[in-house]
């Protein structure tokens, strides 16, 4: 078992009656899963696996609910990560105004592609969407903290003042030593082309987000002929959550 594992519990005491508080705001418990997931990333840095699993307990949701809308968020890191998150937008606004030139330079000077940490640990990059700031563009995220018009000098300067301990954003939560890359299983196969989020002609079982050849969401499939996909698919929501799939079968186009 790992330090930070075996540190978990600890951390999970000591959090517990604000976890309390805060399901205790909502009318439906559910609600509270994205601010649970904040809190526990605000102490160990990331949303861990241990996080993950004390929140679908806490609310009652299981494991694939919550690692499906963490997922989601850019803003939840699944592995550890630097100090410093620099997340440099690559939309269409920024793009116009240069920003292929700023991703170049972030690579170029902190010597780490997107998806990366360097190996102090200190910085991890990231290139994301649209960050809903266009008329500020280039923009980026510095710990979800907004930075705007970006050149090189100012992208300099604010490497520089991390560095020294003097940047006005405060460096993350470090709880575990960050691998160089922070991509979760799931991405590196789809980024390797062996899975796919959601490809269309896909007869894999174990592809629930693509549509097979008729246009049916494979999950759908699925969950239709659930007899036939029995012991095929290592789709969690079939292997896990049987009662979801029954609701679900309700609904699911045949
Ligand atoms: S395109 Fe960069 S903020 Fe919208």
């Known amino acids: 078992m790992s330090t930070r ?9 000591r959090l517990k009656p604000q976890c309390e508080e805060i399901i205790a705001r909502y009318e439906v ?26 929140v679908s307990e806490m609310l009652n ?8 809308t963490v997922s989601f968020y850019t803003l939840f890191f699944r592995k550890p990560v630097g100090k410093y998150v620099l997340q440099v937008c690559r939309g269409l606004a920024c793009t116009i105004c240069g920003a292929e030139d700023i991703m170049a330079y972030f690579r170029e000077k902190l010597g780490i592609g997107h998806l990366q940490t360097t190996e102090d640990g200190l910085f991890s990059y990231e ?11 280039t923009c980026m995220q510095v710990n979800l903290e907004f930075v705007y018009d970006l050149t090189p000098q100012t992208i300099d300067e604010m490497i520089d003042a991390m560095r020294a301990g ?6 993350l939560a470090q709880t575990d030593k960050p691998p160089k890359s922070w991509i979760v299983l799931q991405d590196a196969q789809v980024s390797r082309g062996e899975k796919s989020a959601g490809a269309l002609d896909q007869s894999d079982p174990n592809n629930a987000g693509g549509l097979d050849k ?3 969401i494979m999950l759908d499939r699925i969950i239709s002929r659930e007899a036939h996909f029995k012991g095929r698919t290592k789709e969690r929501l079939a292997t896990e959550q049987p009662g979801i799939i029954d609701i679900m079968g309700n609904g699911a186009a045949h």
């Not at 594992?5 to 005491?13: C, D, G």
């Not at 601010?35 to 996080?51: K, N, R």
């Not at 290139?127 to 563009?137: I, T």
């Not at 003097?166 to 460096?171: I, L, S």
């Open 166 to 171: 003097t940047h006005p954003v405060p460096p």
């Open 214 to 216: 008729d246009g049916v």
């Open 29 to 54: 418990k559910r609600s509270a899963l994205l601010p649970l997931i904040h809190l526990f990333q605000e102490h160990e840095g990331y949303a861990s696996a241990e996080a993950m699993r004390a």
């Open 61 to 68: 949701l299981s494991l694939a609910v919550v690692e499906s």
């Open 5 to 13: 594992s075996e540190n978990f519990p600890a951390l999970y005491e």
């Open 127 to 137: 290139e994301v969407e649209c960050l809903a700031a266009c008329d500020r563009a």
